[in-house]
């Protein structure tokens, strides 16, 4: 089964930049690969994801300042995260799922342990 690992979180100040890997242990070309994150007392919220073809697609909150992307050669998902905000401070969970993407966390079977991205204002 697909086990995933994610590092790379921090703590940066408003405007700067982190990016995200998300390790895996198996072949993942078929599967859906996406970004979640969620912040104290709130609901899991998606953030992008990339399908099997390598289509990304992202929340309108992140669009144009974070970047999906699959490196085949490693076997990690990135995640690039420039023009960071204080509302962007969360735990990001990486998630995976066989076929299409969806939007919902319930559709994800297989997650990371998540890596906590702090922002300072």
């Known amino acids: 089964e697909l086990q995933l690992v994610e590092s790379g979180g921090g703590s940066v100040q408003t405007g700067g930049s982190l990016k995200l890997s998300c390790s895996t242990s198996g072949y993942y070309g078929v599967f859906c690969m996406a970004w979640f994150r969620q912040d104290s007392g709130k609901e899991r919220e998606w953030v992008a994801s990339?399908?099997?073809?390598?289509?990304?697609t992202y929340a309108d909150s992140v669009k144009g300042r974070f970047t999906i992307s699959k490196d085949n050669t490693k076997s990690t998902l990135d995640l690039q995260m420039n023009s960071l905000k204080p509302e962007d401070t969360a735990m990001y969970y990486c998630a995976a799922r066989s076929g299409t993407c969806y939007l919902a966390s319930s559709w994800y079977n297989i997650w990371g342990q998540g890596t906590q991205v702090t922002v300072s204002s």
């Open positions: 990339v399908d099997s073809t390598s289509r990304p």
